[in-house]
């Protein structure tokens, strides 16, 4: 197994940005785990220390950039829960911000080149909850809010709780646009 970058108590988001994530996108490549051909992420980062970075995948390669650019999926987010997904503390997990591949589950970024909308994500766990927005397509609608506890969530993208069940026994609430959420419910397959 390729070895992954330590996240220490004193990460930054450039860190972060132009040097582990390059790296963790490196390893599960090595691992044999399925990573995007071509796909562009833009983070802003709310809040002190936060800023904007630009992510492309392009021929399987990943670079990095700070700054502001037009991508298949923004991501915002507080700097307080960037660092806690990125430490992997107070229940968030570094899946809540760029999604792990698993092996066998096929890439979905062609698909998710084809959505047009924005998912809120509200988590609840002790204290503040946990909030992001992702969006796709550069488009603010349709627009739904999903509402979870934190671990159930984060459970849900490496896998270990189905999202479906999830949804009809009441451990997640989804608000707006439900056709919407059902496109992304698809991506992960």
Do not use: C
Not at 7 to 15: A, F, K, L, R, Y
Not at 44 to 71: C, F, L, P
Not at 115 to 125: D, F, I, P, W, Y
Request: glycine residues 12%.
């Amino acid at each position: 197994m390729a070895e992954q970058a330590d996240m220490s108590g004193d990460v930054t988001p450039e860190q972060f940005f132009e040097q582990l994530l390059p790296a963790g996108f490196e390893a599960q490549k090595a691992d044999g785990i399925g990573v995007p051909e071509n796909f562009t992420m833009q983070y802003e980062i709310s809040g002190d220390g936060g800023g904007s970075w630009h992510v492309t995948i392009e021929g399987g390669q990943m670079s990095t950039e700070k700054g502001t650019k037009e991508a298949n999926m923004l991501i915002r987010i507080s700097r307080v829960d960037w660092y806690d997904a990125v430490l992997s503390q107070n229940g968030a997990d570094i899946s809540l911000l760029l999604p792990q591949g698993r092996p066998g589950r096929p890439d979905s970024s062609p698909r998710a080149k084809l959505l047009k909308g924005t998912m809120a994500l509200e988590l609840s766990r002790d204290g503040d909850p946990f909030q992001m927005e992702v969006s796709f397509g550069g488009a603010d609608t349709p627009r739904t809010v999903m509402k979870a506890k934190i671990e159930d969530y984060v459970a849900i993208g490496q896998g270990k709780l189905n999202g479906q069940e999830a949804f009809m026994t009441g451990r997640v609430r989804v608000e707006g646009d439900m056709a919407f959420m059902m496109q992304i419910a698809a991506l992960t397959g």
